[in-house]
Nanobody
Framework: QVQLVESGGGSVQAGGSLRLSCAASGRTFSTYNMGWFRQAPGKERDFVAA????????NYANSVKGRFTISRDNAKNTVSLQMNNLKPEDTAVYYC???????????????WGQGTQVTVSS
C-alpha cells in the first residue's frame, strides 16, 4: 500500500505558475506508476498527467500539453506537477494517484490523495 499527500496548491492569476507535490509513504514508491487528476465543481474527475515508475513514459491530457510537466524523484518518494501558463479553466482540486497497472487507465489507479485546490483567476 501507499499513502499520498498533495501540497502546493493555491491561488494565482492567469499566466502564472504553480508546482504541486505529492509525497508518498512506503518503501515501494518506485514500483508505482503515478498520475495527477483534477476535478472542477460539478464535473467529473479528469486525467491530467501520468508518469511510469521509471519515469521513462509520461502522458498528458491535450489540454495541458506544453504547459504542465510531471516528474518524480524515487529517492525522495515524491511526484511533482509543474504548471505554467495557468488558465482559469485549470481551476480544480488536483489529486495525486498511484497504480501498479497501466498509467493510461483511470480505473487502474487504486490509491488517491486527499487533493489540493488550485484556483486561477482571470
Amino acid at each position: 500500500q501507499v499513502q499520498l499527500v498533495e501540497s502546493g496548491g493555491g491561488s494565482v492569476q492567469a499566466g502564472g505558475s504553480l508546482r504541486l507535490s505529492c509525497a508518498a509513504s512506503g518503501r515501494t514508491f518506485s514500483t508505482y506508476n503515478m498520475g495527477w487528476f483534477r476535478q472542477a465543481p460539478g464535473k467529473e474527475r479528469d486525467f491530467v498527467a501520468a508518469i511510469s515508475w521509471s519515469a521513462f513514459n509520461t502522458n498528458y491530457a491535450n489540454s495541458v500539453k506544453g504547459r504542465f510537466t510531471i516528474s518524480r524523484d524515487n529517492a525522495k518518494n515524491t511526484v511533482s506537477l509543474q504548471m505554467n501558463n495557468l488558465k482559469p479553466e485549470d481551476t480544480a482540486v488536483y489529486y495525486c494517484a498511484a497504480t501498479t497497472k497501466s498509467i493510461y487507465i483511470r480505473s487502474d489507479y487504486a490509491y488517491w490523495g486527499q487533493g489540493t485546490q488550485v484556483t486561477v483567476s482571470s
